[in-house]
């Protein structure tokens, strides 16, 4: 394995010399739990981070220009789910932290685990590669000021949420256009009439921050959606859907109690001018947006942006409106730009990685923090990833061979468009409590009480599958069944053996 030289300098460049060394690209939540767990297991590790500060998006105003906070962004996952398992959020901090909160918390964690003296600031990675006329596996990263560097692995942690995706229509609109990548305050917003295009958290959120300054505030829902509740009994509403969110639950049984406790609080999603969904979408939450509806603050229109020409907005509905300020709340695209073509697992919205962190073809290469979860928290699965991450990287736990890993990725891909079908805004989608245990069975794969509950889930996954969706659903891993076919017909054999004599001797 390579060997560095310490160059010397004080800020950023590990001490350490006769260990593997790991560059992290990206000092976020999901950059600092990769560099805490990599460090834990003995890597030397520098962090390269093009901004000024540590905690990416949390950062308001980042000088890295990359995050989108508002003024008024609250985290809308559970916080018990949200904080690292060995971090908790400090006790005086409400349900929902707000930004400066998060990013305090995430300053305070650089400092406990002693991360901040191995991030090099200002070090915007332009280019990592492998060359082939190096040694091994050695990875070299190329900063924009020229110099460069080699490593032994390279955890990319840079973020999927730092570059909008626009509408089609953005550039023919005449008035005002923004992304909310750029959406700060509500005070620009005064008497104006505004439309706010999707119905993701960053819509719900900032079309209940500008509705009571605007002079009208119209939403679109294209798609179907059931915007939840912040809180239910008092607490939360995740801490009372984690108490049916658990792998062996069908995720018809937790959809229709969303619904229910949704129904509870909002009645009829229909009645507000959302269409109810029937198959699963991300989840979205609001602790006042349904108020402002009901008091006709906002209104929704059920149907697309799909077309602009002056002021005017084209529906899908075949409608047309005038607005003075679009707010296009669409999303963000994944972006690579230091990776080849060659190297980029991206398809559409969709990362192709094994268990969500390790590229086939590329040992050394790993990802942390490109998820979306359904339910649970992101910032809590990147300690989850970058776990894994750090046992891969040490060779604690191996990779199977590269067509395994493409199958696998191959199941998880049908997986993923089953679950959330017609749209490829879904792509970077995960269930927290079935991925967690899968990494935990990665991590732990001799403990036979994990095989067994392994071996158990394919067959009730695989019988729930061809019931819902016919053969085609199947997920059955050939192999496993061959196996337990085999297994089965064995102990048959066995006991017919062993049974036969003694039934004579009764006869
Ligand atoms: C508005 C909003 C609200 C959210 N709310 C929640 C929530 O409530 N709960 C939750 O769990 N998740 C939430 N998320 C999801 C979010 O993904 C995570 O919370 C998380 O903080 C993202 O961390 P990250 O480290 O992956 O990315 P980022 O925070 O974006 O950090 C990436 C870092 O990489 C750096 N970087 C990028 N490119 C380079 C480069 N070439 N060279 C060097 N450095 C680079 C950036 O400067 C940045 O500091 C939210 C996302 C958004 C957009
Ligand atoms: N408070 C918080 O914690 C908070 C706040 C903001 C964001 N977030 C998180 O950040 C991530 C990004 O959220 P986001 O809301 O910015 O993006 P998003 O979840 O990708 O949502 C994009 C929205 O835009 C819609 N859309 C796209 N093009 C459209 C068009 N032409 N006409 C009408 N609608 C259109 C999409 O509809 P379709 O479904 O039809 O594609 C969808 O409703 C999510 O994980 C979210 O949970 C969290």
């Known amino acids: 394995m390579l060997r560095q030289e310490t160059s010397g300098e004080t800020q950023g460049v590990s001490d350490v010399t006769d260990v593997e060394r790991m560059a992290v690209i990206g000092a976020g939540a999901a950059g600092l739990c990769a560099a805490k767990h990599l460090l834990e297991r003995g890597f030397a590790v520098t962090v390269f981070e093009m901004g000024s500060q540590v905690g990416g998006l949390w950062v308001y105003e980042n000088d890295n220009a990359r995050s989108p906070a508002y003024l008024s962004l609250r985290i809308n996952s559970e916080p018990r789910a949200t904080q690292f398992h060995d971090f908790p959020f400090p006790e005086d901090y409400p349900f929902n932290p707000t930004h400066f909160q998060v990013h305090a918390y995430l300053e305070a964690y650089a400092d406990h685990f002693d991360i901040r003296r191995h991030i090099r600031f200002n070090a915007k990675v332009a280019s990592v590669e492998q060359p082939t006329t190096a040694p091994g596996n050695e990875w070299r ?11 032994d692995g390279v955890v990319i942690a840079t973020g999927h949420q730092g570059v909008p995706s626009h509408p089609p229509f953005a550039k023919k609109f005449g008035g005002e256009y923004l992304h909310s990548h750029d959406y700060r305050t509500p005070e620009p917003f005064r008497d104006k009439r505004v439309l706010v295009v999707g119905t993701g958290n960053s819509a719900l959120d900032i079309a209940a921050d500008i509705c009571t300054v605007t002079a009208s505030t119209t939403m679109t829902a294209r798609s179907p959606v059931l915007i939840m509740p912040r809180m239910l009994f008092g607490v939360p509403i995740q801490r009372t859907i984690a108490k049916i969110s658990k792998p062996g639950v069908p995720w018809a049984v937790e959809r229709r109690f969303r619904e229910l406790l949704t129904y509870v609080a909002h009645g009829r999603v229909e009645d507000w001018g959302f269409v109810r969904p029937k198959k699963r979408t991300h989840p979205a939450s609001h602790p006042t947006i349904m108020g402002h509806i ?39 695209e994944i972006d690579l730009p230091f990776l080849s073509e060659e190297m980029v697992p991206v398809t559409g919205r969709r990362l192709d990685l094994y268990k969500r962190v390790a590229a086939p073809g590329w040992p050394g290469l790993y990802f942390v923090g490109f998820h979306n979860v359904s339910g649970g928290a992101n910032i809590r699965i990147m300690d989850v990833q970058a776990d894994l991450v750090a046992a891969l990287a040490k060779g604690d736990v191996g990779l199977p061979d590269r067509s395994e890993m493409i199958a696998d990725i191959e199941r998880e891909r049908r997986r993923i468009e089953r679950r959330y079908p017609d749209s490829p805004r879904y792509g970077l989608e995960l269930d927290p409590p079935v991925y967690t245990r899968d990494v935990e069975e990665e991590l732990h794969p001799h403990r036979s009480r994990l095989r067994l509950r392994r071996t158990a889930r ?47 001797r009764r006869s």
């Open 458 to 504: 394919y067959f009730l996954r695989d019988a729930a599958n061809a019931v819902y969706h016919g053969r085609r659903g199947s997920t059955v891993d050939r192999r496993l069944m061959a196996k337990l076919a085999a297994t089965g017909l064995a102990a048959v054999g066995v006991a017919t053996i062993v049974a036969l004599p003694r039934a004579r």
């Open 141 to 151: 990263i190329r900063l924009a000021d020229g110099t460069e560097e080699s490593f």
């Open 294 to 332: 009901a008091w006709r603050r906002i209104a929704v229109k059920t149907a697309g942006a799909d077309d602009a020409d002056g002021n005017e907005v084209h529906f899908s509905d075949g409608t047309v409106e005038r607005f003075d300020t679009v707010i296009a709340a669409t999303g963000y």
